[in-house]
């Protein structure tokens, strides 16, 4: 069962292969990074369902936040980087400093608030090693709806009709009731 972020952060060390992939991001020392999205949410799920096996990701969602270089070049370079560390890992790696723009979005000021604005609450979640190679979980909308496997959209994303049609359309397109069938999505009704 897990009720708190210390729970999470134990299932996520225990999971060696998690580790070592958080262990090669860590390896390129960028400011404000975090591992986030399904890498997390879909370990929490898979151990709410009792899976044996990993549920495989389609991406490993690598972010960082530099204002200083905004080229979306660099960010290919790092994928290359760490497709040299593990080639196996389908890497995607971005500047969150840069992606506002692609989003349409106003700037975000950081990654945590790139995260807080990620479509669903559940996904709203990041992983990284401090300083001290101690594991760090940011979950600005909080954990309760992803460990009780409750799909909603984040506060962001329920400002506008565009972004609620988003959110709808991202249900849909993941399909992550056919993989995760313990949980409860709650669609925007009159948005």
Known sequence: MLTNKED????LQSDERMMEIIKAASSLNLPDWWICAGFVRSKIWDTLHGFHERTETPDVDVIYFDNTNIDENFEKE????LIRIMPNIPWS???EARMHIINNFSPYSSSEDAISKFPETAT???VKLDKDNHLVLTSPCGIDDVINLELKPTPY?????ELAAI???RIIKKNWKTIWHKIKVHHIINN
């Not at 790092?78 to 980087?81: D, S």
């Not at 994303?157 to 009709?161: A, H, S």
Request: no cysteine.
């Open 8 to 11: 999470v952060i134990k299932i």
């Open 78 to 81: 790092l994928e290359n980087k």
């Open 93 to 95: 790696v971005k500047n």
């Open 124 to 126: 709203a979640l990041g």
């Open 157 to 161: 994303f329920l400002e506008t009709k």
């Open 167 to 169: 959110y709808e359309e």
